[in-house]
């Protein structure tokens, strides 16, 4: 299981635009990973604060997203994720390499 940060702010939003990304726009993004991987689960954003290798400071709200996925499957995602929201870096890291999935008979 892995968990990847997910911005909310676009990194370069056009002049009088909304530098925050909807909730429709977030919704392609679902789509494209339950397409690779089946599922995910989607977090309550929290305030993320870091800094750059050239010394600049971002402090943003960043949405967590929990999902189960094999190695290729989860660089695929991150690749999706560095272009549909057009970053510079995505943060992604194992939870645990040992999840339970059980389905219940019918």
């Known amino acids: 299981m892995w968990e ?7 990194r370069l939003p056009p ?11 977030h919704r392609v993004w679902d789509a494209k990973v339950r397409e690779i991987t089946g599922g995910l ?13 050239d010394g ?4 943003e709200r960043m949405i967590p997203v929990r ?6 499957q989860i660089e695929k ?3 999706v994720t560095l272009e549909y929201y057009d970053q510079l870096a995505v943060l992604c890291y ?3 390499d040992e999840v339970i999935l059980r389905s219940r008979n019918a």
């Open 41 to 53: 689960t989607i977090l309550t954003p929290a305030k993320g604060q870091w800094v750059s290798p």
């Open 94 to 96: 194992k939870i645990s």
């Open 67 to 72: 999902i189960v996925a094999t190695r290729d």
């Open 77 to 79: 995602i991150i690749g």
């Open 56 to 59: 600049e400071t971002f402090i």
């Open 4 to 10: 990847i940060l997910v911005p909310t702010e676009k």
């Open 15 to 25: 002049v009088g635009a909304n530098k925050f990304y909807t909730t429709r726009y």
